[in-house]
């Protein structure tokens, strides 16, 4: 005897019709290739494994500063940078060369600008901010640049920079977040672009005559300004 509730539990044929129309039709499956996994090429690999230089000059007056913070400056180029260094005493100059171990292309032009900044006259701790913080840079200008001033007036526009006992010097320097040096008539500032546009705006303000106390509260007015900037 058949068990009549076998029979109406089993599907049907329209069943099985009419649930193959209701399902949504299937996607035929994309097969994409797999990606590519391309290890980071190193600084040589870059340049087609051709090692690079750098040659800066010392000159006469910074030859002795030089030999007496060597260390200081061998030490974070070396060891950080991984950028050979040496000092080429015949030609006096000092020559920076890229490794196979140089993790990026762009350390042997940063050790280049500090070791440069270092030849300008900026102090080895000032200058090593070039090596550990993008977006600084080295601008040097003449005084002749903004005013031709010759004999007394040139010795007192320089006076007018520095001020008593370089008052004003730190002044602008700590007010817009630079460093400058003020190698006789060459004025070199070390700092961000816009922080070295405010100090140059106020060194040529100086060089042209204005009083000090001008010049100080135009800078607080700009560098407040800024300050709200950022």
Excluded at 3 to 15: G, L, W
Aim: some cysteine; overall charge positive.
């Amino acid at each position: 005897m058949e068990n009549p509730s076998a029979e109406s539990s089993a599907p049907t044929a329209m069943d099985l019709e009419t649930a193959a129309a209701a399902a949504p039709p299937r996607k035929p499956q994309v097969l994409f290739a797999q990606k590519p996994n391309f290890r980071p090429l190193k600084a040589h690999e870059i340049s087609d494994g051709q090692i690079q230089f750098r040659k800066i000059s010392v000159p006469p007056h910074r030859y002795t500063p030089l030999k007496k913070s060597w260390l200081e400056i061998y030490t974070p180029i070396y060891d950080e940078m991984k950028i050979d260094i040496r000092m080429n005493l015949k030609a006096r100059r000092v020559e920076l060369k890229t490794r196979t171990d140089t993790p990026d292309v762009s350390s042997l032009q940063k050790c280049a600008d500090f070791v440069h900044a270092f030849m300008l006259g900026f102090d080895v701790i000032d200058a090593v901010a070039l090596l550990r913080m993008d977006e600084l840079y080295v601008e040097s200008f003449e005084i002749k640049d903004v005013k031709t001033l010759k004999g007394e007036h040139l010795s007192r526009a320089i006076g007018r920079l520095s001020g008593k006992g370089g008052k004003t010097k730190f002044a602008i320097e700590n007010s817009t977040r630079t460093r400058i040096v003020i190698a006789d008539s060459k004025i070199h500032m070390l700092g961000s672009f816009a922080n070295i546009k405010v100090a140059r705006d106020s060194l040529c303000s100086l060089i042209l005559g204005s009083p000090a106390a001008k010049v100080y509260s135009k800078l607080r007015a700009v560098t407040s300004r800024l300050a709200e900037r950022f």
